[in-house]
């Protein structure tokens, strides 16, 4: 971080020294100015020249990969018990671990939502991650929705929800 110094102004020579308040406020505004890093915010799809070499230069450290997040609920609307941890990670090794052997992420979660009759339901949920290239996105399309649809129908759920994200990874 740069040090600002304070400047002293002489009126005369045998005047008292005093600050100046705008002086200093201008020095270190200039200082500020000079060492501070630029940031861009922009609402098109353009971005400056200095942030599209910085953007370009990130892209080129990775491959084209797709990040799909599936949110999957505990509770069951018809009422039965809720899918217990052993139950979830048994579909995870039937239902999701054929179909991505190459890795997954699994996390914890309290999630809530609006149910049809407008009741707001809070629940024990979980967040599964999966990455993949993006070449293989018509392959995966199909597995995936697989996987909503089984733990739809085997844990009587309304809907497992996804999302998805171009992004780019290197391992």
Do not use: C
């Amino acid at each position: 971080m740069p040090r600002i110094h304070r400047f002293t102004v002489a009126q005369g020579r045998t005047g008292p020294q005093r600050r100046t308040a705008l002086t200093t406020a201008a020095v270190a505004l200039a200082v500020l100015a000079v060492g501070a890093p630029v940031a861009y915010a922009t609402l098109g799809d353009e971005a400056p020249a200095a942030s599209r070499s910085t953007a370009s230069a990130l892209v080129t450290r990775g491959k084209a990969y797709i990040e799909t997040r599936l949110l999957f609920g505990t509770e069951r609307p018809d009422g039965g018990p809720d899918v217990t941890d052993p139950q979830f990670l048994a579909f995870i090794d039937e239902e999701v671990t054929p179909r991505f052997p190459n890795g997954l992420t699994i996390q914890d979660g309290r999630g809530q939502w609006r149910d049809s009759n407008g009741v707001i339901e809070r629940e024990r949920s979980y967040e599964l991650t999966l990455l993949y290239p993006a070449s293989e996105a018509r392959v995966r399309d199909v597995q995936i929705e697989r996987i909503r649809d089984a733990y739809e129908k085997a844990y009587a759920q309304d809907s497992v929800a996804r999302l998805e994200e171009r992004t780019t990874a290197d391992f």
